[in-house]
């Protein structure tokens, strides 16, 4: 059984930065491709940035390129969103998740490539 963890999450002021970490339990990190999705209140639950499980093909949201960076670490089962230059509308409850399918080439933005899903970790950003 897999089990993914996020911490990181917490209140910051516009501009600031945060680092999520999503520990992973159980066998085959390595892989599978993760990812970062976010649901901010009312809305749905949208794509952040994915990594593949060899880590050299990553995408990103438009709204984040240049501002997160994803990376995993293969050796200590975790997945990491740096996040800088945050802003108002980055307020959510950040998800982790792990692909469907092992051993994928590239990374995909859709919820349902997904099928594991830590519980979320609250980024909350203030003026």
């Known amino acids: 059984q897999v089990q993914l963890v996020e911490s990181g999450g917490g209140l910051v002021q516009t501009g600031g930065s945060l680092r999520l970490s999503c520990v992973a339990s159980?066998?085959?990190?390595?892989?599978?491709?993760m990812a970062w999705f976010r649901q901010a209140l009312g809305k749905e639950r949208e794509f952040v940035a994915a990594?593949?499980?060899?880590?050299?093909?990553?995408n990103y949201a438009e709204f984040v390129k240049g501002r997160f960076t994803i990376s995993r670490d293969n050796a200590k089962n975790t997945a990491y969103l740096q996040m800088n230059s945050l802003n108002l509308e980055d307020t959510a409850v950040y998800y982790c998740?792990?692909?469907?399918?092992?051993?994928?080439?590239?990374?995909?933005?859709?919820?349902?490539?997904?099928?594991?899903w830590g519980q979320g970790t609250q980024v909350t950003v203030s003026s």
């Open positions: 998740a792990r692909s469907r399918t092992s051993y994928l080439r590239f990374t995909y933005p859709n919820v349902d490539d997904y099928d594991y």
């Open positions: 159980g066998r085959a990190f390595s892989d599978y491709a």
């Open positions: 990594i593949t499980w060899t880590g050299t093909d990553k």
